[in-house]
């Protein structure tokens, strides 16, 4: 089955810098990569996906990088603010009925003032 | 309607009691999932229905039975749990089962005494 590791655990940066997350998986069949950001006591919801036909996506400050050689892909955070002080998760999938998203790790992001 | 509605949001039960966690959706979603999580932890996936029917148990003890009554209800029955089943239930629906945005509820915070 996939196996996805996310890298740091914990990031702190002060506000105003750039936060980068990193993710990487096992199953060469994955070609769907959401990331999900849940806030304390909140349920995640859904911030950015990739989609395997593309290598970078970008939404406002948020952007997310894809790298199927090496299996990995990345959450970048610019200009970050408080309000992005969350736990941040990645997950991977194969397309297709049957195939469930596997999460990684997570990711605690503090944006110090 | 863009949401996924879960009640009751915190439950307290003794190891002796039954209980019900409750999910509606009404985005005409045809899979819905129920995770386990803990805190500072990945969702943990415990069972999918597509259309309506079990697709995945995750090898969930019998104490969860889960039951899908219509396509936009989702029930999780709750029998003779233990301390260590404690953790925030999360309701998911997405449009079909696969590789598809996954819209979470705000989750059933669960004590068991």
């Known amino acids: 089955g996939e196996n996805v590791e996310q890298h740091p655990s914990t990031l702190s940066v002060q506000e105003g810098d750039s936060a980068v997350i990193k993710c990487t998986y096992s199953?060469?069949?994955?070609?769907?990569f959401p990331w999900y950001k849940q806030e304390l006591g909140k349920r995640p919801q859904l911030i950015i996906d990739?989609?395997?036909?593309?290598g970078e996506k970008k939404d406002q400050r948020i952007a997310v990088t894809l790298n199927k050689t090496a299996k990995h892909f990345s959450l970048h955070i610019t200009e970050t603010q408080p309000e992005d002080s969350a736990v941040y998760f990645c997950?991977?999938?194969?397309?297709?009925?049957?195939?469930?998203?596997?999460f990684g790790t997570g990711t605690q992001l503090k944006v110090e003032l | 309607d863009t949401e996924v509605t879960q009640t009751p949001k915190h439950l307290v039960m003794g190891m002796t009691n039954k209980k019900s966690l409750k999910c509606e959706q009404h985005m005409g979603h045809r899979a819905m999932y129920w995770y386990k999580q803990k805190a500072k932890k990945p969702p943990e996936l415990m069972f999918v229905y597509s259309y309506e029917k079990l697709s995945i148990n995750e090898s969930v003890p019998s104490r969860f039975s889960p039951e899908c009554p219509n396509s936009s209800l989702l029930n999780l029955h709750l029998h003779a749990l233990q301390p260590e089943d404690s953790a925030l239930y999360l309701c998911a629906s997405s449009p079909q089962f696969g590789a598809n945005v996954l819209t979470f509820g705000a989750g059933s915070r669960l004590t068991v005494l």
């Open positions: 997950a991977a999938t194969a397309t297709g009925g049957g195939n469930k998203l596997t």
């Open positions: 199953d060469s069949a994955s070609n769907y």
């Open positions: 990739i989609r395997s036909n593309v």
